[in-house]
């Protein structure tokens, strides 16, 4: 069969996008992990899939899968990229579009600029609900690894999250204790590993060595964890610029029981297909 799809990105975290709306395809780990090898297949950090809703209330289903073919909870530059993929493609014609994810629900809104706004929801604190190995909830956990005793802030924006106050990313080991942390037996679920260096209270940079994939140009979801942590570390107001790699996020969150608004671009690459 000849599956089309979407190559987008949001700040150069790259996607695959398809329709499972209007096309039919199986999708298994082994055909994604080919999809996602950037030599021999298409090449994308994660493939974003979209599809009918199962709830009636709800404009479609956002399924999100990392280049190891994993299927995650929640990719927030993909929602942006989701919201400007459907309206191309005139599956729909609203600018305030609600998805089921894996997490639940979440809206995302079509600014007049053409920046995409997305409510990411209330993240979540509890290591249990994280999920992260802490017998109660604090703004800072220690952590045993090879290099010895480090500290940092864990949340959950439907996927896991660890968080580092670094003082400087350019020299900050992401692709090393990144690597070790992401596979950590603390993180039952594995975990995306952030690297924050403060800049004022209201800017940081930002680099993420992301589950499933490894370093990438952005991770929206990591960029809303690193300002909850930021915050509940009080080091952070409630509205961040976060610099990561590929170009800056807005990130908004008015503190615990709230939801985290993430605001960005989206950007489509090229149209394409591929026989499978
Ligand atoms: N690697 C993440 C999923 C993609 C998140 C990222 N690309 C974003 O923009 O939020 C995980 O395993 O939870």
């Not at 609203?94 to 600014?111: A, F, Y």
């Not at 670094?166 to 204790?177: C, G």
């Not at 029981?257 to 394409?272: I, L, Q």
Request: hydrophobic letters at 40%; proline letters at 5%.
């Amino acid at each position: 069969m000849l599956l089309r799809f979407t190559k987008m990105h949001g700040l150069g975290n790259d996607f695959m996008v398809v329709d499972l709306v209007t096309q039919h395809c199986k999708l298994n780990e082994d055909l994604i992990r080919s999809l996602a090898d950037r030599h021999r297949g298409i090449g994308f950090d994660q493939l974003l899939v979209v599809e009918p809703p199962s709830q009636p209330n709800n404009d479609f289903k956002y399924r999100i899968y990392n280049a190891d073919g994993g299927e995650v909870e929640q990719c927030g530059n993909g929602a942006r990229c989701f919201a400007r993929f459907v309206l191309d493609k005139k599956l729909t014609t609203k600018n305030h579009i609600k998805v089921e994810t894996l997490s639940g629900d979440i809206e995302l809104i079509v600014e007049a600029d053409g920046n995409i706004t997305v409510d990411m929801g209330i993240p979540k604190l509890a290591p249990s609900r994280i999920p992260f190995n802490a017998p109660q909830q604090q703004a800072t956990y220690k952590v045993q690894t090879v290099g010895g005793e480090i500290e940092l802030g864990a949340a959950s924006m439907g996927n896991p999250h660890a968080v580092l106050v670094v003082d400087s990313i350019n020299n900050a080991p992401v692709n090393t204790l990144g690597a070790e942390l992401e596979s950590h037996p603390d993180f039952p679920q594995r975990v995306n590993v952030g690297f924050m260096e403060v800049l004022s209270r209201q800017e940081i940079n930002l680099r993420v060595f992301e589950r499933g994939v490894g370093e990438t140009q952005a991770c929206g979801t990591g960029a809303c964890a690193a300002v909850v942590v930021g915050c509940i570390q009080g080091l952070l107001d409630e509205q961040v610029t976060v610099n990561l790699p590929g170009g800056s996020l807005t990130i908004q969150w008015q503190g615990e029981g709230h939801s985290v608004k993430m605001t960005g671009p989206a950007c489509r690459v090229f149209e394409g297909q591929i026989r499978l």
